[in-house]
């Protein structure tokens, strides 16, 4: 895989992951500041995200940050607000991991 694009990714992953975690504070405290705050902190991502597809494809890009988000989020929501997931949901987080070590795996010969 490409340097840049794990980079990019990387990137992107860091802005959604505090974008949902202000978020998150926001259904706690109901501050507009906060909700502002992480307004701002999604549309940074989505322009993150255009430098990603451009890294990587767009089917790539969108599939990589959306399990990749699916992961971290779980870890912080479990890490900072004690939230908890049935075990159905952990196989299907597992399933997820799967999927995108299978996606980045660098591909060979082919179409």
């Known amino acids: 895989m490409n340097p840049s ?3 990019w990714l990387g990137a992107a992953m860091a802005t959604f992951l505090g974008a949902a975690t202000v978020s998150r504070a926001y259904v706690d405290n ?12 999604y549309c940074l991502g989505n322009l993150v995200m255009v430098k990603l ?3 990587g494809g767009l089917g790539l890009a969108i599939s990589a940050s959306a399990i990749a988000q699916l992961v971290l989020i779980n ?13 159905i ?8 991991m799967v999927s995108m070590a299978l996606m980045l795996f660098p591909a060979k010969g082919g179409v």
């Open 5 to 7: 694009f794990l980079l």
């Open 30 to 41: 109901g501050k507009v500041w906060v909700l502002l705050a992480s307004l701002a902190l």
């Open 53 to 55: 597809m451009r890294e």
């Open 75 to 87: 870890v912080i929501a479990f890490l900072l607000f004690g939230e908890r997931l049935s075990s």
């Open 89 to 96: 949901q952990v196989a299907g987080v597992a399933l997820g």
